[in-house]
């Protein structure tokens, strides 16, 4: 019972800190491609565009935007969890920290290596926060919401909803560029793959039962496949 219990605390703890990190990576890297100034991705895109309009800080923007989509939860019967509410304001904060310490960059030569490093700093921190399980993002949440209420697919809404958030952070300012196009060709892949490398153990250990109305699968091995699709309410992708 004993290994039992210091089991389940060493995983809880794991969990915990690979939510945490996970998050402030995404925001430390949303930050290195605000200073790539070669375009973001496209909630980021929004995000400095209405920095733009109201002169208010791009990370504290990422939060009131995200309590915002949050609160849009409340008709989709959405049900948020540790790390949904985290994500709100630990991202911005990070974003923000971030911006603080790493100025603005001139050269060429500089801009395109940062720009490369937060899309794959972006990769770790969705395998890391997302693979801790505390619940989707915010704008996550809005996703699988929009699909259950309307019956069409993930792929489509999530299409539909990063277009219109596009189109609005452009038309406000918001900077598009080779680094949007990057981004949205590379984060799937870097997902996948930290993902598999950031999966937690089964719960289980030998010799102990957990009940379950559900049969449970195992993890996939590295380089086994794709990852499985995630039930409804789980994290798909970041923010």
Known sequence: MARTTDRSTTRLTR???????GLALYGASSALLVRAGLGLEPWGVLHQ?????????????????????????????????????????????????????????????????????????????TGLYIAARFG????????????????????????????????????????????????????????QLFLRLFALPEASGPGVVVASSEPSTPAPAAGSGPVAAPTSGQAILPQ
């Open 15 to 21: 969990r915990l800190v690979q939510l945490y990190v």
């Open 136 to 191: 989707p993002g915010p704008r996550d949440g809005l996703m699988t919401g929009l699909n259950q209420i309307t019956g069409r697919s993930i792929r489509l809404v999530r299409t539909a909803i990063e277009v219109a958030v596009v189109v609005t952070g452009f038309l406000l300012g918001g900077s598009l560029g080779a680094g949007t196009v990057l981004y949205a060709l590379a984060i799937g892949p870097l997902a």
């Open 49 to 125: 565009g209405l920095a733009e309009l109201t002169g208010i800080s791009i990370g504290v923007v990422s939060i009131i935007v995200g309590a915002v989509v949050l609160l849009l939860w409340i008709p989709l019967r959405q049900r948020p969890g540790l790390g949904t509410v985290s994500n709100v304001f630990v991202v911005g904060l990070a974003m923000d920290g971030t911006l603080a310490v790493v100025g603005d960059l001139d050269a060429l030569g500089v801009r395109i290596p940062v720009m490369v490093l937060g899309i794959v700093l972006n990769g770790v921190a």
